[in-house]
Nanobody, 119 residues
């Protein structure tokens, strides 16, 4: 199992930046992949960015060039740097960890952190 604790959300104006943090309760090397998802009111949860144990990254098209996912293995922490924020980025952001168990996978989630982009 893994516990995830997120921090860093808040209220910002369009064009500003925020950095989200997700601290894991175990070594990142033991986790298959970690990612950030978001869910806006009335919408489905969607993948924003993900990073594998080998530091391969992928991003949603809507955030490419603005968001960067990174990891600090010494701190067991994954970050999401969000620049040039837009009102449509407003959502609850969730940290996700994937553990491979046998032939399947287990997903773990943080409690979520609110990001609001508004003037």
């Amino acid at each position: 199992q893994v516990q995830l604790v997120e921090s860093g959300g808040g209220l910002v104006q369009p064009g500003e930046s925020l950095r989200l943090s997700c601290a894991a309760s175990r070594s990142l090397f033991s986790i298959y992949a970690m990612g950030w998802y978001r869910q806006a009111p009335g919408k489905q949860r969607e993948l924003v960015a993900a990073i594998s144990s080998g530091s391969v990254t992928n991003y949603a098209d809507s955030v490419k060039g603005r968001f960067t996912i990174s990891r600090d293995n010494a701190k067991n922490t994954v970050y999401l740097q969000m620049n040039s924020l837009k009102p449509e980025d407003t959502a609850v952001y969730y940290c996700n960890a994937v553990l491979i168990v046998g032939a399947g996978r287990n997903d773990y989630w943080g409690q979520g952190t609110q990001v609001t982009v508004s003037s």
